[in-house]
């Protein structure tokens, strides 16, 4: 399809193993977003790529989270030695470099952790 | 730390009652943006506003900036039971690296 891909949809792990988070963007964006919310919560920023800039890891919560973008296109949240606190909804969100411009957003993987 | 705080969290009107939400941001923007989310999962934006508008339509819904204030309102009319999500403001921060930052959003119910 031509919308945000995130897989897998849910993942249960168990707490302390690695876990991997996929997101494919929309087809010519360059900006590629994740976000982290948890139940009933806002969007929490965690890291932001735009072209071949630098990615913007500030929000990053802690050295266990990293991500990568392979050729300004796929990207792959990492997450080392899961915690129970790390269950969440990651959000992935994609949009065209440009001022004044929407983002669009994959449906997500609920990530349980156990 | 989040840029936009919504008001109210939570809010409960009546079919065709008109809903009103509303964004406060810190930092100076170029834009801020409103977006819904159905069932915890990916969000739709709704709507832009550009930091030289005042204010913006879409249907039944208007959106108003005062840049002064750094607040903006999201006002849905006539609410129909469709309209039930969690509504979130985003800005940019006027960072000009595209960067978004949401709110913590407000969570409406409309009853049939």
């Known amino acids: 399809g031509a919308g945000v891909s995130q897989s897998p949809s849910n993942k249960v792990t168990e707490k302390g193993k690695d876990v991997e988070l996929r997101c494919d963007p929309i087809?010519?964006?360059?900006?590629l977003y994740w976000y982290r919310q948890s139940l009933g919560q806002g969007l929490e920023f965690l890291i932001y790529?735009?072209?071949?800039?630098?990615?913007?890891k500030s929000g990053l919560p802690s050295d266990r989270f990293s991500a990568e973008r392979t050729g300004g296109s796929v990207s792959t949240l990492t997450i080392q030695r899961t915690q129970q606190e790390d269950s969440a909804v990651y959000l992935c969100?994609?949009?065209?470099?440009?001022?004044?411009?929407?983002?669009?957003f994959g449906q997500g993987t609920r990530l349980t952790v156990v | 730390s989040q840029q936009g705080e919504e008001d109210p969290q939570a809010l409960s009107i009546q079919e065709g009652e008109n809903a009103t939400m509303n964004c406060s941001y810190k930092?100076?923007?170029?834009?801020l943006q409103w977006y819904r989310q159905n069932s915890g999962r990916g969000l739709v934006h709704l709507i832009l506003?550009?930091?030289?508008?005042r204010e913006k339509h879409s249907g039944r819904l208007r959106v108003t900036l005062d840049t002064s204030k750094k607040s903006s309102s999201l006002l849905i009319t006539a609410s129909r039971a469709a309209d039930t999500a969690s509504y979130f403001c985003?800005?940019?921060?006027?960072?000009?690296?595209?960067?978004?930052?949401f709110g913590q959003g407000t969570t409406l119910q409309v009853k049939p």
């Open positions: 506003i550009r930091s030289n508008e």
């Open positions: 930092t100076s923007i170029n834009n």
């Open positions: 985003a800005t940019d921060g006027s960072s000009n690296t595209g960067k978004l930052i």
């Open positions: 969100a994609s949009s065209f470099y440009r001022l004044n411009t929407e983002a669009f």
């Open positions: 087809s010519g964006h360059t900006a």
């Open positions: 790529f735009q072209g071949n800039s630098a990615p913007d």
